[in-house]
């Protein structure tokens, strides 16, 4: 796995390991994890935009499937587009090419970032214009196209979700637009108080991460017959917006107060994406369905996130 020390890698690097045991799964990311870390399996140092580095790891190890997780985020990568491009697109085409000579699948998270604002809004369809605004958004069509472009080319087995905002409490969200929703519960248990940078009613998709760790497990293992589109599956779990998310954690948190401070940057950004996704044909071709809605997702975030910030015994 590329990227294997930011929110998602934290999750799915253990589950992987569950499922396929410790030392088969191979951890790599361009930065190392703070001394004293435990070290549950192999892990590498490895930056995706350099081809030999790569091939490296995967001859060393035997990979037969990369999990390439490495990019920059939509709010820092419209801080940093060039650099953006340079690490979503050059990583996604390095994966791609050493796959192709190795034989190796690949698993690749496109985005709702991948919509743009002439999409349609509401319950935004799997096959739908995609005109995005955004540098992430741009790289994540191209590295969707790209996925497409190997699987029909050079058989490549490659396939990939549009993931929505994710919600988790192991490690901080990476610098992307819906960020706000881990950091309302982050200070709904620490401070009792939060401020918003997003507009109170702005629609977004969202999955808690357990749904989205399931779904990119699921979707490796589906036999590969069943699949018709491969690549950038819409999936999503629900769709809110903040103020509903406050309401919701609320009913858990009595006197949690929220306040609104629109960052103009990623209002624009979030604004530029589908309110909601259609994922039946995630549901369809690989029987993709949700576990957590905004009930269950907030009442298992706030007792997992109170639990950790209990002293240990
Ligand atoms: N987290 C979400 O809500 C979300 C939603 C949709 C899609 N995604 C996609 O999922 C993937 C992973 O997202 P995440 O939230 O875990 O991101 P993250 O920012 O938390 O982690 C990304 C990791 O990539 C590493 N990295 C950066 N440059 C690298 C390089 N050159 N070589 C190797 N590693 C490098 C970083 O050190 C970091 O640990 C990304 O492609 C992202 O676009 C995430």
Redesign the pocket.
Known sequence: M????????AELVPALRECYGADRVVA????MPPAGLDREGPLEC????HTRQIEAVVRRHEIVRIYH?????SA?AESKPRLAWD??MG?MYRVLEVARSHRCSVF??????AFGPTTPRDCTPQDAIQRPTTM?GIT?VAGELLSDYYVSRFGVDTRGLR????VSYC?P????T?DYAVDMFVHAVRHRHYTCYLRADTWLDLMYMPDAVRAMIELMEVDRDRLVHHNAFNVTAMSATPAMLAAEIQRHVPGFEVDFEVDPVRQAIADSWPDSLDDSAARAEWGWLPRYDLPAMTADMLDKLKARSQPAE
């Not at 590329?2 to 890698?9: D, E, F, H, P, R």
């Not at 790599?28 to 930065?31: F, G, Y």
């Not at 690749?108 to 970032?113: D, E, L, M």
């Not at 993931?163 to 994710?166: A, I, S």
């Open positions: 590329t990227g294997a020390l930011g929110q998602i890698g790599s990311d361009v930065r490895l930056d995706c935009t997780l490495a990019a920059l985020l820092v690490v979503n990583g690749h998270p496109s985005s709702i970032g992430y994540k993931l929505p905002g994710l490690a969200p990476g610098g992307g819906t």
